[in-house]
């Protein structure tokens, strides 16, 4: 098996501390980050999001591998985040109300440090208001909801709502992404941005903070 294949195999395991030595195997193998994160911790989620799905897992399963994935990520995190000019912006992150998956978010803010940006994650299932009080707090130019579920990512509808009944919808721009929500979805929300990736993201992120400078 290929150091992929063995981390990938390793996240369904939920073996933690195996993933992440071999995550460090593949980085001195010479292969890119991008790579080591698509095409083997991904991979190994995938397959366990699949067999999530079929209830061939549960969650106490999903749980550890979730677990062992973050594991995966600490050796990648230098290398994802790139470097060169620092940009300037303030963003305010979380999961929306209702929803407790991180790992996403978690990418799109270690991707957004790594642009220069101040990152404030005020967590997983975050209210509309505490997406307001956070963007207040801290003077946001971007506010960005992550959501994993299809029954939470109306929430970021919400979300966008409260930012306008506090009279701060024009100062921010409001950024939404997580699997199931599309470019369709967030022009329909009155959001502003959509994007696939924690990569995209953080480069729109940095974009709208150069216009709001
Ligand atoms: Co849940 N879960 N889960 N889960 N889980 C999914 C999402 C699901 C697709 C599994 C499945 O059925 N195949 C399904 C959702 C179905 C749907 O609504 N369409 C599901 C379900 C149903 C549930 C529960 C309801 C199950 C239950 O209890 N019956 C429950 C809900 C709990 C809740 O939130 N209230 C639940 C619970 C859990 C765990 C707690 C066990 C665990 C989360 C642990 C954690 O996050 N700390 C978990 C996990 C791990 C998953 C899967 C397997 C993996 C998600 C993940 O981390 N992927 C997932 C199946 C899957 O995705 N294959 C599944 C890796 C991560 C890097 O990708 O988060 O998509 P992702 O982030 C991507 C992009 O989406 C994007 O960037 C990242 C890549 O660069 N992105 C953004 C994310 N946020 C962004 C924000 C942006 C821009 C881009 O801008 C602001």
Request: hydrophobic fraction near 45%; include cysteine.
């Amino acid at each position: 098996m290929s150091t992929l294949e063995d981390i990938s195999a390793l996240l369904q395991k939920g073996k933690a501390n195996d993933v992440k030595a071999n995550v460090e195997k593949a980085i001195a193998e010479g292969l890119s980050a991008r790579t080591i994160l698509e095409e083997g911790l991904m991979a190994g989620m995938n397959i366990i999001g699949g067999k999530f799905k079929r209830n061939e897992v549960y969650v106490p399963e999903v749980l550890i591998a979730a677990r062992a994935m973050n594991a995966g990520l600490v050796p990648l995190k230098p290398l994802l985040v790139s470097s060169g000019v620092k940009a300037t912006g303030i963003v305010v992150l979380g999961t929306v109300k209702g929803d407790l998956h991180d790992i996403g978010k978690n990418l799109v803010k270690m991707m957004m440090e790594g642009k220069g940006l101040e990152v404030h994650d005020i967590g997983v299932d975050a209210t509309s208001d505490k997406f307001v009080a956070a963007a207040k707090e801290f003077n946001a130019d971007v506010v960005a909801c992550s959501a994993l579920l299809t029954t939470t990512m109306n929430e970021m509808k919400s979300v966008v709502e409260a930012l306008r009944n506090a009279g701060i919808r024009d100062k921010v721009t409001i950024m939404v992404g997580g699997a199931p929500v599309t470019d369709t979805f967030c022009k329909s929300i009155g959001a502003d941005l959509y994007s696939p990736d924690a990569a995209s993201a953080a480069e729109a992120a940095v974009a709208a903070c150069q216009k709001s400078a």
